[in-house]
């Protein structure tokens, strides 16, 4: 059975920080693409960041460069997104997602992902 299970999410003002973590159990960690992936009431479930399975190579979605970083830890099977400077349109519920490949796109395509956690949710206040 594979398991992506989030944490970290909670509420935040304007510009704060917050470090979001997917422990990913079942699978091949070190053989799998990872990204994190948000949804807001009413929107599509749009790409944040991906990562390649050894960290080689990363891509952001332009509304979070420079703001929100990914890394992994194949030690440890654990996946993070480091989320810095946080707006209010950030607030989303935000899932990680495992890809059968070795590398990630910069399409960040949900459709390009194979298993899915159940997400947590971050909520930025103005």
């Known amino acids: 059975l594979v398991q992506l299970v989030e944490s970290g999410g909670g509420l935040v003002q304007t510009g704060g920080s917050l470090r979001l973590s997917c422990t990913v159990n079942g699978l091949r960690f070190d053989t799998h693409a990872m990204a994190w992936f948000r949804q807001a009431p009413g929107k599509e479930r749009e790409g944040v960041s991906c990562?390649?399975?050894?960290?080689?190579?990363?891509y952001s979605s332009d509304s979070v460069k420079g703001r929100f970083t990914i890394s992994r830890d194949n030690t440890k099977n654990t996946l993070t997104l480091q989320m810095n400077s946080l707006k209010p349109e950030d607030t989303a519920m935000y899932y990680c997602?495992?890809?059968?490949?070795?590398?990630?796109?910069?399409?960040?395509?949900?459709?390009?992902?194979?298993?899915w956690g159940q997400g947590t949710q971050v909520t930025v206040s103005s």
């Open positions: 990562i390649d399975w050894d960290g080689g190579n990363t």
């Open positions: 997602a495992a890809r059968r490949s070795y590398v990630c796109s910069d399409s960040l395509a949900p459709n390009e992902y194979n298993y």
